[in-house]
């Protein structure tokens, strides 16, 4: 693999649904280690774009490229099993196992064990589970039934979780939805050093601008399904065209103040 190659390349990506263009013609790229956020105002394409690359979506035209292999179209476990990963919430299930548990549970899945070894999931790993608890400084309530931990503290729980088939590349999906501020930053804060420390490249959908403008290295718009800029922070801040659309669309949906008032 050439040290040029993109990990992630997308290109002519397309997708309707009926009559809608979700998504009409979208090319990025992503780099090991980078945190990309995706933002846009709702029924942009995000979601849509952001299915299409995890598999949970077919494109109707374009290519989906990891490490220079084309990827678009493939079930979504054959592209967990290229590197892709996902953040899930914690099943009920689950909730009432422990912490190290769960991430053993997410282990014995990245070694495909998941349903003939269930019953010795206690045994599984459990050092290498500690250790990913360690990273996201979750080791300390490893002995804690995952029902009983705060809001944010699942979350940590639920990146080590995804961490644990080492992704090359990690899909966070609203990541910090119903966070409070403080912690949807220091979230983010961490899944930014793990991206370094691991060159795992981030993709990552965001409507808090708090989060986006703090954390992401470069942050691409969607407007109707086309991609109206992508930048750094700063420039996606200062553009007047993406300013506009908010205006446009009111502000940006969920918690977060429109772009306009960040200035
Ligand atoms: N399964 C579907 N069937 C029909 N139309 C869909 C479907 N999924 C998305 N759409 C349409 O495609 C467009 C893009 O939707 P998408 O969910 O990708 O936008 P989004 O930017 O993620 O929006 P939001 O911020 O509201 O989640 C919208 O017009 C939406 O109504």
Redesign the pocket.
């Known amino acids: 693999m050439s040290a040029a190659l993109p990990l992630l390349q997308v290109s002519g990506l397309r997708k309707a649904?009926?009559g809608?263009q979700?998504?009409d013609g979208v090319d990025f790229a992503l780099a090991p280690g980078e945190m990309l956020a995706l933002i846009?105002?709702?029924?942009?394409?995000?979601?849509?774009?952001?299915n299409m690359v995890g598999g949970q979506l077919r494109p109707d035209a374009g290519a989906i490229r990891l490490a220079g292999v084309d990827i678009a179209g493939l079930p979504p476990r054959a592209i967990w099993r290229q590197g892709v990963g996902r953040t899930f919430q914690i099943a009920e299930t689950f909730a009432s196992l422990t912490v190290v548990e769960n991430v053993q549970m997410a282990l014995l899945s990245a070694d495909r064990r998941l349903f003939s070894f269930w019953p010795r999931a206690q045994d599984h790993r459990r050092a290498d589970a500690l250790a990913l608890l360690a990273q996201v400084g979750m080791q300390a309530q490893a002995q804690r039934p995952c029902s009983t931990l705060a809001y944010g503290d699942v979350k940590r729980v639920e990146l080590a979780m995804a961490l644990a088939h080492a992704p090359r590349l990690l899909l966070m999906d609203e990541p910090t939805a119903g966070m409070a501020p403080a912690e949807r930053l220091a979230l983010m804060a961490l899944t930014r050093q793990l991206a370094r420390e691991r060159a795992m490249g981030v993709l990552f959908?965001e409507?808090s601008m708090d989060v986006v403008f703090a954390h992401a290295d470069r942050v691409m718009v969607?407007a109707r399904?086309r991609l109206l800029a992508q930048g750094t922070p700063q420039a996606i801040r200062d553009n007047a065209q993406v300013q506009q659309v908010y205006l446009g669309s009111g502000s940006m949906?969920g918690t977060a103040p429109a772009p306009v008032g960040m200035a």
């Open positions: 649904f009926g809608v979700a998504v846009g105002p709702n029924g942009a394409g995000k979601s849509t774009t952001f959908t409507h969607l399904g949906s």
